[in-house]
T-cell receptor
Framework: AQKVTQAQTEISVVEKEDVTLDCVYETRDTTYYLFWYKQPPSGELVFLIRRNSFDEQNEISGRYSWNFQKSTSSFNFTITASQVVDSAVYFCALSELGNTGKLIFGQGTTLQVKP | DTGVSQDPRHKITKRGQNVTFRCDPISEHNRLYWYRQTLGQGPEFLTYFQNEAQLEKSRLLSDRFSAERPKGSFSTLEIQRTEQGDSAMYLC??????????FGEGSWLTVV
């Protein structure tokens, strides 16, 4: 069965610190997608990134970076120089390639960035 | 606004009443999903549509729940005889058939 584990329930950092959110997944599929979403207090899930299982290159987008390691089934997310506006709940998710495309979410990590 | 739109955003209802939520997906997105999210948890898949066809339903979707997408555009999720355990946020999402799924802001349901 597919499963996503985000072991960190809550993280608190001071502004400008770097922070890494961990995500470990389980799947028997050889082809799949991994996602990160941000959920601010308003409730909307904001798409951040999609990575397919064949692409293990790390990706950087501004202050955000992602480290995908298939060998350890991990897809970690780092925010560099965190800001108060980064405070939110972050979800890692897994989906099968094709088929329904439905997402299996982790339980989320609540990030609080203090000024 | 071209995002996924949900209505109402908040609903408080008495136990036993019926409620209906509406979702308007992004234009031309042929896949539409419903998820449920309770406090402190990640969203859980409920059901999805390919155009007007409902292709999969989760075991979470009891017989009190029904979803429709009659013309392959907007969708409705109805909960009959609501129970306190139905209190949650109901999220709608859509995709054009690829694997990036875009979510709406959700509809919060409180059953008192």
């Amino acid at each position: 069965a597919q499963k996503v584990t985000q072991a960190q329930t809550e993280i608190s950092v001071v502004e400008k610190e770097d922070v890494t959110l961990d995500c470990v997944y389980e799947t028997r599929d050889t082809t799949y997608y991994l996602f990160w979403y941000k959920q601010p207090p308003s409730g909307e899930l904001v798409f951040l990134i999609r990575r397919n299982s064949f692409d293990e290159q790390n990706e950087i987008s501004g202050r955000y970076s992602w480290n995908f390691q298939k060998s350890t089934s991990s897809f970690n997310f780092t925010i560099t120089a965190s800001q108060v506006v980064d405070s939110a709940v972050y979800f890692c998710a897994l989906s099968e390639l094709g088929n329904t495309g439905k997402l299996i979410f982790g339980q989320g990590t609540t990030l609080q960035v203090k000024p | 606004d071209t995002g996924v739109s949900q209505d109402p955003r908040h609903k408080i209802t008495k136990r036993g009443q019926n409620v209906t939520f509406r979702c308007d997906p992004i234009s031309e997105h042929n896949r539409l999903y419903w998820y449920r999210q309770t406090l402190g948890q990640g969203p859980e898949f409920l059901t999805y549509f390919q155009n007007e066809a409902q292709l999969e339903k989760s075991r979470l979707l009891s017989d009190r729940f029904s979803a429709e997408r009659p013309k392959g555009s907007f969708s409705t999720l109805e909960i009959q005889r609501t129970e306190q355990g139905d209190s949650a946020m109901y999220l709608c999402a859509s995709t054009p058939g690829g694997n990036t799924i875009y979510f709406g802001e959700g509809s919060w349901l409180t059953v008192v």
